[in-house]
């Protein structure tokens, strides 16, 4: 999955993702991504563009304009799915009254 690094601002205030390409990661380099491969499920940055297109030609890639079609970043999901006040319960009610996602420990002690 894809390492999330943090949100920027782009032009127009338009937030955006950065995220570091999957090949320099694994040899603990920083680097950002500028494409990702929907066949390798990897992100890659400017030099390892080249190399997956001499390899890859035909797999199905997505550049910097393309960033909606990019997969959520663990980090990302877990920060949406999971209850502010437990880290480890995912929010799995809605309470009607507050009209709030909640995780079970919060729906009994909080929202009954």
């Excluded at 809605?94 to 729906?107: K, W």
Aim: glycine content about 4%.
């Amino acid at each position: 999955m894809a390492t999330f690094s943090q949100s920027t601002l782009g032009i127009d205030s338009n937030s955006f993702t950065d995220v570091c390409c999957s090949p320099c990661l694994e040899h603990k380099i920083d680097q950002w991504a500028e494409l990702y491969c929907d066949n390798c499920l990897k992100f890659y940055c400017a030099k390892c563009i080249n190399l997956h297109g001499q390899w890859f030609g035909t797999h199905v890639t997505y550049g910097r304009g393309d960033t909606s079609k990019w997969p959520v970043s663990k980090e990302v999901e877990d920060f949406i799915q999971n209850c502010d006040l437990h880290d480890d319960k995912r929010l799995e009610m809605f309470c009607n009254d507050h009209s709030q996602l909640c995780c079970t420990n919060c729906a009994f002690v909080i929202h009954r």
